[in-house]
């Protein structure tokens, strides 16, 4: 199971009446259980001798609940974008990123015409980058979040005009 259908099912999950979810494959375990102000998800994997791995893989879980601040801030942007604007928010937490590596160039820009599948930044958590691709058609207005800093789950990133 890669990272996009983990994304696919929470999405899946948040708008059911699925209260938890478990998933079991060979050396992977998946539980997402759904609260009210936050998912929690819980993914764990057999030891390995470390020798075998160039990363240890250990338990983790991960829990998204929003601080007020950062609902007072989501909110503020939520009532700023136009009728026909829409706003990407982040798919988990950690550190948003605007180019795949310093040496490079940012992949959007403020004014960049986007199509589903172009990649709009990179989100490192865990020491994984994990790529954020766009899921609609439209121009990039703004960019909501600085180079290099921390992002919560479900925060807004970018305001796209949609066609």
């Given at each position: 199971m890669d990272f996009?259908?983990i ?5 899946m999950i ?5 209260g938890e979810?478990n998933?079991e ?5 998946l ?11 819980v993914v764990s994997?057999p030891?390995?001798?470390v020798?075998s791995?160039p990363?240890?893989?250990a ?6 609940p929003q ?12 009532a700023?974008?136009?009728?026909n604007?829409?706003?990407?928010k982040?798919?988990m ?6 180019r795949?590596s310093p040496?490079?160039?940012n992949f959007v820009e403020e004014g ?7 990649v ?10 994990n ?10 207005v703004k960019i909501l979040?600085?180079?290099a ?5 479900d925060?807004p990133?970018f305001?796209v005009?949609t066609?």
């Amino acid at each position: 199971m890669d990272f996009r259908q983990i994304q696919e099912l929470i999405k899946m999950i948040n708008k059911s009446n699925i209260g938890e979810l478990n998933i079991e494959q060979k050396d992977f375990k998946l539980t997402i259980k759904q609260k009210e102000e936050a998912i929690t998800q819980v993914v764990s994997a057999p030891p390995f001798p470390v020798q075998s791995l160039p990363v240890q893989v250990a338990p983790a879980q991960i829990t998204a609940p929003q601080t007020p601040a950062a609902a007072a801030s989501a909110e503020k942007v939520k009532a700023e974008p136009s009728s026909n604007n829409t706003i990407v928010k982040s798919p988990m937490i950690g550190t948003f990123y605007r180019r795949p590596s310093p040496d490079k160039s940012n992949f959007v820009e403020e004014g960049d015409i986007i199509t589903p599948g172009k990649v709009l930044c990179v989100i490192e958590a865990m020491k994984l980058f994990n790529e954020i691709e766009s899921e609609i058609s439209g121009r990039i207005v703004k960019i909501l979040v600085e180079d290099a800093s921390p992002v919560e789950f479900d925060q807004p990133l970018f305001e796209v005009e949609t066609a």
